[in-house]
């Protein structure tokens, strides 16, 4: 008997099955059921994420509950007064979150560990918070982010409300990988145990919401504008809306996208990186004369940005609308006086230079990282504590930014409000958003950022990934669409080769990235998604103006795709 059969049988014919599984199970395909059974469902850095249904490969209720007995394991570990502070526990908008969320509570309940449920679906920013806020050892997010209605995942975080870096996810990993059989794990709990579950809610918001209000920097600004707001059936509508009215800025809701909808009906997609999720927003735009749009994924920890300028609407990429609003902090923090001493910016090795360029001309650092806002917190924990620098703004290029660490992960509610402070700010001087975008491409250069993303399902697919980033790194290309390649960075080997010279690449988790530097002031740069079946390709092209930007952005991905294989 195969693996696949093996594990199959034994979920079908196990008593502790969850009923809601079997009919599912029963009418499998084989290609279904290698694919739900081939793997286990991998618990990484960054958690898990997933498919929903039932199986090893699978988000579902075992699954879940396999993960939790590992994290509860690795609390209890850490002693009592670990389990005394107990877990903050947020979710969002999916199928099975909420069962999700407070099957986790009785899982930790049954191992002497407090629990804190929010009441109803919150921003994955809103449960970072409560982290800190209650004082909890750590947090469980249920989300899966943007990606399509079809999936779930599961987020841990420590202490400071940051997601676990690898070397404490990897404790945790451990401690899940000891469980064998994720099919024992009972969730029932008695009346005692239930005491330590409490729900909570409307206390947090309101904490947050003055937190969130209090990073305004002009907050007397005219507020002359209309924003068109979706929240895409996920968990911002209620957040963004109460600080935009509390801030007194006129937003006008997409109320097709505002019901918490796990299937995202009226959406083709909840990810504001696809022009997709502009859809209803921008005919909402065009109705009411809008001057921005903003779009927010599901869980609420990215800000899409659409803007009205010379009379149509230009969609931003997470790298512009970055950059204008770390333009608009730096400038306002020197115009007011308020620029800390030795300020520093966090973005990633896969972000534009051109926020780089931004903060170096307001005399501020900028450190990189690699993907994943939880090394930018970490840096934030960091620094908080040495005082060595101070923290202005960090952001990636998928639409995440923070403005203030309260909050140790991307924050779309903060971004939102410093994004409508922005845009106010500029009207009053005669500027769209996309003026201030041109201003500094004329001060810095003219950079078009694009992402290639290949997608690749099942096991044959993780091998063809796997596949491209070996042959990549086994043959590193000289030069990519006829311009040489000055400097090449691999950062799953540690390695820099420039000048042919090879040195240490130092300061970095080992992550299978490849990036490849050209002679034009352009990059490349080549990951696997962490958290979906997709190898991605990202582009910083510099060019001497948009036209040449864009031409040799499109040179370049056609020789991506013929060095890689992939251009069939």
Known sequence: MSIVEERYEKWVNHPNLDPQYLEELKGMSEEEKNDAFYTLIEFGTAGMRGLLGP?????????????????????????????????????DNRHMSREFA????????????????????????ELSFAVRHLHCFGGIMITASHNPREYNGYKLYDDKGCQL??????????????????????????PEEEKRITVIGKDVDEAYYEKVLGIQLNPDVTKDIKIVFSPEHGTANIPVRTVYERAGYNCIPVEEQCTPDPDFSNTPTPNPEQIGAYELALKYAKDNDADIILVCDPDADRMGVGVKHDGDYVIMTGNQSGAVLLEYILSQMEAHGIMPENPVMFNTVVTSDLGEKVASAHGTETEKTLTGFKFIGEKVAKYEKT???????????????????????????QACLMLAEAASFYKQQGKDLIDVLNDLYEQHGTYEESQVALTLSGEAGANRIKEILADLRKDAPKEIGGTPVVR???????????????KELIGFTKSDVLKYYLE?????????????????F????????????????????KAMAELTGTNE
């Open 538 to 557: 990202y582009y910083c092209i510099k060019g001497d103006n948009a036209l040449d930007a864009h031409e040799k952005t499109l040179n370049y991905q």
């Open 165 to 190: 870096v690898p070397a404490l996810a990897s404790q945790v990993i451990d401690q899940v990988n000891a469980i064998e059989d994720e099919l024992a794990i009972d969730a029932t709990v008695t």
């Open 55 to 91: 199986g090893t490969n699978r988000i579902n209720l075992h699954t879940i509950r396999k993960a939790t007995q590992g994290y509860a394991n690795y609390i209890k570990a850490h002693g009592e007064k670990a389990c005394e502070e107990g877990i903050a526990i947020g979710y």
């Open 387 to 413: 005082g060595e620098k101070n923290y202005v703004f960090g952001y990636e290029e998928s639409y995440g930014s923070l403005i203030k660490p309260f909050v140790r992960d991307k924050d779309a509610p």
């Open 102 to 125: 407070f099957d986790c509570a009785k899982i930790l309940a049954k191992n002497g560990i407090n629990s804190y449920v929010f009441e109803s679906l919150r921003p994955t920013p």
């Open 520 to 536: 034009d002031g352009s990059w490349i740069a080549v990951r696997p998604s962490g958290t979906e079946p997709k190898c991605k």
């Open 488 to 502: 090449f960075e691999d950062y799953k080997e540690s390695v820099i080769k420039e000048n042919g010279e090879t």
